[in-house]
């Protein structure tokens, strides 16, 4: 069966990489979530995608230049008008934690700033094995060197190289970094390259498919997963597979 992500939790309909937004997904049904890391200045985890805060939330200024009291003051769902109560931007432990009363897997993104790389990687491993989530969390990025990091600080943990242009046999290429899956842009990967990979036992799970016809094309083809912003859609269309 191919398992369905929530990208950036349920964001087709709530306010991205907030607590709202994940919940809503495991109410979907979803089978997992992805979401994205920072660091901010006084070195707590957060769960937002810019290297800024001025797209996702009412405040203004870098991720890296706010403490994580100053971040928390910020409102996530300002843009969303339907939304009366404000969401914060969440810590990774918050999350974390809520992951542990579910059976959900996660997928941490590692933005790839230059600022982040060897600073977030050992306590992101931390904080996984703290909350007793090796088997639940792949760690992907489109900075390689960083899940190679992660890699060798944690071997339990699946990394995944993030990647939006054609790779020739990627599955080689996930395999001589010791990725057990890959996350590439769904235009990226035609079915050919799909069903070689998973011969060579390298699980696909590409990103951000929200069209139906792509959504059937990697339901038919039985790809690993994918990655959306509309976990309903894709799950209303899974069920006649099923």
Known sequence: MTLIFAHRGYSAKYPENTMKAFKEAENAGADGIEL???????NEI?????????????????????????????????????????????????????????QLQCNIEIKSSAESYMKIEEPLIELIREFALTERVIISSFNHYSIVYCYRLAPEIEIAPL???????????????????????????????????????????????????????????????FITDDPVKAIKIRKEYS
């Open 36 to 42: 994205d890391v920072q660091l901010t200045k006084d």
């Open 46 to 102: 957060v769960v937002i995608h810019d290297d800024k805060v001025d797209r996702t939330t009412n405040g203004s200024g870098f991720v890296k230049d706010f403490s994580f009291a100053e971040l928390r003051r910020l409102d996530a769902s300002y843009k969303h008008k339907t939304i009366l109560k404000k969401e914060p931007v969440p810590s990774l432990k918050e999350v974390l934690a809520w992951l542990q009363t579910n």
């Open 163 to 225: 990647y939006h242009e054609g790779l020739y046999m990627p599955w080689v290429y996930a395999r001589s970094i010791k990725a057990k899956g890959m996350h590439p842009n769904f235009r990226v990967v035609p079915n050919e390259i799909i069903k070689a990979s998973l011969e060579f036992g390298i699980e696909v799970r590409p990103y951000t498919v929200n069209k139906e016809q792509e959504m059937r094309r990697l339901f038919d083809i039985g790809c690993t997963a």
